[in-house]
């Protein structure tokens, strides 16, 4: 029980931001104009969101569960 409540404190917050970032990069930058080692990318505009999303939600996802493994209980 407690194990889904800690994954649950990780996997919420990190999802809700990653789409808030999500947002604020692709409101600025268009995909079709990234490019990776001065090489295009050959991947549609949906993919490149995609992708994104994922690496924004396993960056989030990450910081989340450093607060949490730093996180220390009161003695009760």
Not at 38 to 52: A, E
Request: with cysteine; proline share 4%; net charge negative.
């Amino acid at each position: 029980m407690m194990l889904t409540k800690y994954w649950m404190f990780i996997v919420w917050p990190s999802f809700l931001m990653a789409g808030v970032m999500e947002i604020a990069v692709f409101a600025m930058v268009d995909p079709q104009d990234l490019h990776l080692f001065n090489q295009t990318i050959d991947v549609s505009r949906q993919g490149i969101y995609t992708l994104s999303f994922f690496i924004f939600w396993i960056v989030c996802a990450a910081s989340s569960c450093l607060s949490l493994f730093l996180y220390i209980e009161p003695k009760e």
